[in-house]
């Protein structure tokens, strides 16, 4: 019976340490990956060495100002600065006993955290007319109603050097490759962001640049080439600028926080010292 009992209360630490090591982990990254920050800022308090700092106490007190209607007390800053030692006693528990290298949600969950963090930063930047029309002429897709097209896909093993040769030859798409290696695709003009459900991307990619007629490949994907035929193409007509500025706003924000991330798992990589069996 006891041991029964004490079940819950196992969980219970559980939950509470996950939650913990998500919500500091979020800071520390962002300290991690900020540049210029002092590296002695004033403390608010130090647990084991570790500090908490006034700018990390003064953000808990206003978290906690929002939920208020009444003005912020000492009482409620004693509280702020109370949570916050114990988010940080729990934080450095969890890494004694090593749950952010054996638990795989917490390392999910700080993942998470790490990217919200580099996402939020980009957020705070807002473009101005110039950078937008500029990003809205490097992507000219961007607002365009989806084309329309017509095309046959098949694949062969790579490097599939006889269909190139039978292809450059003038031997029928058909007839190189055969119904058994023939992607099924519904008849007639298909949408070219429907076509991803049945092609890979960079097979939609190479299709970009093709005039109704010519074919694409080999394109190696894995261990096969793949090759692609346009028969039939519709453009759709491009709305001006001024008429999707803020589709071309969310657009550019979006590839903004995209950058950020790969950028800043650039510089952790480069800082890193990374051995992969050989």
Do not use: C
Not at 10 to 18: D, M, Y
Not at 54 to 59: F, T, Y
Not at 128 to 150: K, N, Q
Not at 248 to 264: H, I, T
Request: proline content about 7%.
């Amino acid at each position: 019976m006891p041991a029964e009992s004490s079940r819950p209360d196992a969980r219970l630490t559980s939950r509470v340490i996950l939650l913990a090591t998500v919500a500091g982990f979020g800071l520390a990254v962002w300290q991690a990956l900020a540049p210029g920050l002092p590296e002695h800022a004033a403390a608010a308090a130090t647990v084991n060495g570790r500090v908490i700092s006034r700018a990390d106490l003064a953000q808990a007190v206003e978290a906690l100002a929002r939920d208020k209607r009444n003005p912020v007390s000492d009482a409620d800053r004693e509280r702020a600065l109370d949570t916050l030692i114990t988010e940080e006693l729990l934080i450095q528990r969890a890494e004694e006993i090593g749950l952010l290298q054996s638990d795989r949600m917490v390392r999910s969950a700080v993942v998470d955290a790490m990217i919200q963090t580099i996402v939020a930063r980009e957020q705070a930047e807002q473009p101005d007319d110039a950078t937008l029309r500029r990003f809205y002429d490097e992507h000219p897709l961007l607002g365009t109603p989806s084309a329309r097209v017509r095309v046959t896909h098949a694949t062969q093993p790579w490097p599939a050097t006889d269909a190139v040769a039978a292809l450059r030859g003038g031997t029928a798409f058909e007839t190189v490759f055969g119904p058994e290696r023939m992607t099924p695709l519904p008849n007639g003009l298909l949408r070219m962001d429907a076509l991803g459900t049945y092609l890979p991307p960079s097979v939609l990619r190479a299709m970009e640049t093709l005039a109704p007629g010519e074919i694409a490949g080999p394109l190696r994907i894995g261990d096969q080439a793949h090759f692609v035929w346009l028969l039939d193409r519709e453009a759709g007509d491009r709305p001006a600028f001024e008429r999707i500025r803020t589709q071309v706003a969310e657009a550019w924000r979006v590839r903004q926080r995209e950058r950020a991330v790969v950028d800043a798992v650039a510089r952790l990589r480069a800082g890193a010292e990374i051995r992969t069996p050989s």
